[in-house]
């Protein structure tokens, strides 16, 4: 499990009766649970580490869950909704540090920034001479998966670089003029960077398959600040090695923390460790809507932000 947030850590210590579950060696977390569980009623969980179905059952008092970020794919909905367990998370107010993320990564990928800051530091600036010509963001065609909050932060943020925007949902988002592709691969098709930013769901799990990469195209740049189980990881390293794919700018991985080394040999893959929301300024808004709703919880208001 990820450590806490200090300061959530030291709210939630000051207000209530904290058990630090990210600490507990897996072996002991049973009898930990069969001691303590009967005054457990709500859980606060992370990308990372939600509530799943052990832990629901292992916990007769559950009354909420709290997750420390927007997605809520770490928490078994279904299991909560039957036990009556409110759920809550933290949207909003990490939709402009993500999005940031998503144009950062897009433009890093293209100009392949990263690239170039490690052969400066490698003094081959001196040695080889100018490093070489990389391509253009302002103007592109930028294709989103997912136009809710995070998706439509990109659009606006991209449309200010001159992109052209279009978009796949479910469904057509009424008010807006972006151009909507029903179909995924051909959105792939006629965009020039795909960026994933929809929730992850069952539908959605490797929404980017090898088809949609394929139709991405050799120029194309796959920007992933959603979930690593978006993408199939396996089709999009083949990808990049065989030269199918431009580039790929990705805060995310399929089995995080652990990223395939192989990513770390390629100069069109710029990677990050899971930091979309990861500023002190937001940081400290996730926790504080962390601790609102479970004040909210207690003192029997409607919750901030709820899900269930
Ligand atoms: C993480 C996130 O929650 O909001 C999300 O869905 O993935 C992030 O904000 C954060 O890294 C803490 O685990």
């Given at each position: 499990m990820l450590p806490m947030n200090p300061y959530l850590e030291s709210e939630l210590d000051r207000r209530c009766k904290l058990f630090r579950l990210w600490e507990l060696p897996k072996a002991s977390r049973k009898d930990f649970l069969d001691a303590n569980s009967p005054s457990i009623r709500a859980l606060v969980g992370n990308s990372a580490a939600g509530a799943d179905a052990d832990i629901i059952d292992a916990l007769p008092q559950l009354e909420i869950v709290v997750?420390?970020?927007?997605?809520?794919?770490?928490?078994?909905?279904?299991?909560?909704?039957?036990?009556?367990?409110?759920?809550?998370?933290?949207?909003?107010?990490?939709?402009?540090?993500?999005?940031?993320?998503?144009?950062?990564?897009?433009?890093?990928?293209?100009?392949?920034?990263?690239?170039?800051?490690?052969y400066l530091r490698s003094a081959a600036w001196k040695t080889k001479g100018q490093y070489m010509i990389t391509s253009k963001f302002s103007g592109k065609t930028v294709g989103i998966i997912g136009?809710?909050?995070?998706?439509s932060a990109i659009a606006k943020r991209a449309e200010a670089f001159g992109c052209f925007i279009c978009y796949h949902s479910r469904t057509q988002k009424p008010n807006t003029n972006y151009k909507y592709y029903p179909d995924i691969i051909s959105l792939a098709m006629d965009c020039d960077v795909l960026v994933v930013a929809c929730p992850l769901i069952a539908e959605t799990r490797h929404i980017v398959d090898r088809k949609v990469i394929d139709a991405l195209g050799?120029?194309?740049?796959?920007?992933?600040?959603?979930?690593?189980?978006?993408?199939?990881?396996?089709e999009l390293i083949s990808a990049l090695l065989e030269g199918r794919l431009g580039g790929a700018g990705l805060d995310v991985f399929e089995y995080e923390p652990h990223v395939p080394r192989i990513l770390f040999s390629l100069d069109n893959v710029v990677l990050t460790?899971?930091?979309?929301?990861?500023?002190?300024?937001?940081?400290?808004?996730?926790?504080?809507?962390?601790?609102?709703?479970?004040?909210?919880?207690?003192?029997?208001?409607?919750l901030l932000t709820p899900v269930l």
């Open positions: 997750s420390y970020s927007v997605g809520f794919d770490k928490v078994d909905l279904a299991k909560c909704r039957s036990r009556g367990i409110r759920v809550a998370n933290t949207p909003d107010v990490l939709t402009d540090d993500v999005a940031d993320l998503a144009i950062a990564l897009s433009i890093a990928t293209l100009r392949k920034i990263c690239s170039a800051d490690r136009l809710g909050r995070i998706g050799s120029n194309g740049v796959l920007i992933n600040i959603g979930r690593g189980s978006h993408v199939d990881e396996a460790p899971h930091v979309g929301s990861a500023t002190v300024e937001t940081r400290q808004a996730m926790a504080d809507l962390v601790l609102g709703n479970l004040e909210a919880h207690v003192m029997n208001k409607p």
